[in-house]
């Protein structure tokens, strides 16, 4: 049933795709020739729509080439947008390279620019609200896919806690195949033994193994049962808390290797793309704080005695240290370089407990960002005292050093800022290392905007 649902929607998905690029194309139409006034010729607003009707089939191919017709229920929206504005953005390059080379058909190329924006945002719009109705029919307990689950351990165990904690996303175990009894609220069908009966027996739509170290002797006659049956097959690895969330996967002489820690920056292109965006960024940011930062020097300045700016060595990009800038927010004092900042510190001056507050302390850091020690958004550096700590205590601690420190970043729009706990923050750190995307640093950048500027800090 659940393949008949997914053609279903499929279909439902491609259809509503199409239809939103007419009106998207009436609004650009509208925008370009009566909101801005420009000139109307011969080119009336039905020709501009058969062009769209020609667009649409590379609209729908390039889609489907792409993946944008598979199953998004366990992935976030945000990778869903990624491959729409991909996608629209080869579209609007190849309409462009065609009306350059056919000069005989004219159209405005400010109308097909407002077109892509209209449209992206308009089918990007449509898939979300998609997404939340889907959720609440799974919610609601419908639209399941039924999974057999194999493993009875650590992740057989992990795997339940979390289709249990978000029953939206519509995954129901109708149970599970292990040595013993051991799960309480799932049904148990046997031992491994049992697969291909059970397989006939229950027709679930996904087979999961969540096998153990010691079991996986038995893999391959597990996987050849369930191909047999023509099941689809997910496996969860012993080592799974040693996985990155893409891992990639490289082959020499027919010999596949899991890469534990190849990250989206270390292609050349985005590393070259978030660089770019912050040398522009960082450079408009000086100049539109420079009135803030002169009044923030004077206030400091004022408050007490000693330096403007704040310098401290901290761990950056490849281990390598790096001088962070601040304005002063504290008096001096001999422990600025292995005391731990907190929320009612007593060496914070008044002046300095505001500026802290409304994190205007970090605005020199742009400068740290137009040198390349940092970058807009990353991990947070932190001083060489507590990495020499937390490297023997934290697990994959370490792994932030991959990319450049951020003035904000996925931990702090999280919560995750000053002597809060620095177990969620590495994890929500490792989370942004490996599905870094320019949108995802947009986003965070935004939520900062939002909620992130002002942090918890009291006034004294």
Known sequence: ???????????????????????????????????????????????YLQAVALTAPLCWFLFGLSGLYDSFRSKNFLSEFHLILRCNTIIFGLTLAFFYIFKEFH????????????????????????????????ERGYNQKHVLL???????????????????????????LAPKDTLPGLTYYGSYDALAHVLKRLE??????????????????????????????SLIPFYNQYLPAHPQIDEIGGVSMVNLRRIPLDNI?????????????????????????????????????????????????NKKYFNMYKFRSMRVNAAQNTGWSTNSDP???????????????????????????????????????????????????????????????????????????????????IYYIENWTLLFDIKILFMTLTCGFVNSEKLK
């Open 150 to 176: 194999l493993g009875q351990g650590e992740q057989a165990r992990a795997y339940y806690n979390a289709l249990q904690n978000d029953r939206t996303l519509g995954f129901c175990i109708s149970g599970y």
């Open 107 to 138: 159209l405005s190329r400010w109308t097909l620019l407002y077109f892509f924006l209209i449209s992206t945002c308009g089918v990007a719009l449509k898939r979300w609200v998609l997404r939340r109705i889907l959720r609440t029919i799974r």
């Open 347 to 429: 060496r914070k001056t008044r002046f300095g407990a505001f500026i802290r507050k409304f994190s205007i302390d970090e605005l020199p850091q742009f400068f740290n960002v137009l040198k390349g020690d940092m970058s807009l958004v990353g991990p947070r550096p932190e001083l060489p005292y507590f990495v020499e700590q937390f490297k023997e205590s934290i697990p994959l601690y370490m792994v932030k050093h991959q990319v450049r420190p951020g003035i904000t970043g996925w931990a702090q729009v999280n919560g995750f800022r000053g002597d809060t706990s620095i177990k969620g923050r590495v994890e929500h750190d």
């Open 204 to 233: 679930p739509d996904e087979v999961v193994i969540a096998l153990e170290a010691a079991e996986y002797e038995l893999l391959p006659g597990v996987i050849a049962a369930c191909e047999k049956d023509g099941t689809k097959v």
């Open 269 to 317: 292109v985005n590393a070259f793309c978030k660089r770019f965006v912050d040398i522009v960024g960082s450079l408009c940011l000086i100049v539109l704080t420079s009135p803030i930062m002169l009044l923030a020097a004077i206030g400091v300045k004022l408050s007490s005695p000693g330096p403007i700016l704040f310098k401290q060595e901290r761990v950056g990009l």
């Open 1 to 47: 049933m659940i393949k008949e649902n997914q053609r279903m929607l499929n279909l439902l998905n491609g259809l509503t795709d199409v239809l939103v690029l007419f009106p998207a194309m009436a609004l650009a139409y509208f925008i370009r020739f009566y909101l801005f006034q420009g000139e109307l010729g011969h080119i009336a607003l039905p020709y």
